[in-house]
């Protein structure tokens, strides 16, 4: 018996070289991956942008949310609840900004829109109420503009609003 189950696995590949055999219902979350069918058993599915670490911890996820609803075009259009997390989704992002990011690429390279979903929602909670210098500090983004360069935005900017009469 534990040859049939096995013969249903599907083998990923990460970009390390490391193999992970998944049972295909733990991948009906992912578009890319839940349709794979290539009907040769030793066949491998190689993850060229996703490490070992980051697969396993999307297969954590999958394997979680396997009985859930997929999300349908309507969801993905509706306006987003930022707190609306689950609780055991709050606690599985509980990773450093590096971690976070990489899981928002793999989710969005295996189409995996409920991971893709939670994850940025992690980031704009992280984000909300911060001011541009925060979130350049944040998220380490360079401000190249010179003072000057502020300054000409600025006056731009007023001249704008002076045409369209705000002030």
Excluded at 42 to 55: E, Q
Excluded at 69 to 96: A, G, H, M
Excluded at 99 to 106: H, M, R, W
């Amino acid at each position: 018996m534990a040859s049939s189950m096995d013969s249903n696995m599907i083998k990923l590949q990460s970009n390390e070289g490391d193999i992970f055999e998944v049972n295909p219902q733990v991948l009906q979350q992912s578009e890319v991956l839940k349709n794979y069918n290539s009907g040769v058993e030793d066949d491998v599915i190689p993850l060229p942008n996703v490490n070992s670490a980051i697969l396993k911890k999307i297969l954590q996820w999958l394997t979680h949310h396997k009985d859930d609803p997929l999300l349908t075009e309507d969801d993905e259009n509706r306006e987003k609840n930022l707190s609306d997390i689950s609780p055991w989704d709050q606690d599985f992002l509980k990773v450093d900004q590096g971690t976070l990011f990489e899981l928002i690429l793999a989710a969005n390279y295996l189409d995996i829109k409920g991971l893709l979903d939670v994850t940025c929602k992690t980031v704009a909670n992280t984000i909300k109420g911060s001011g541009p210098e925060e979130i350049r500090r944040q998220f380490n983004i360079k401000n190249d503009f010179t003072p000057q360069d502020f300054l000409t935005q600025m006056y731009l900017n007023m001249s704008n609003w002076l045409v369209v009469g705000i002030f």
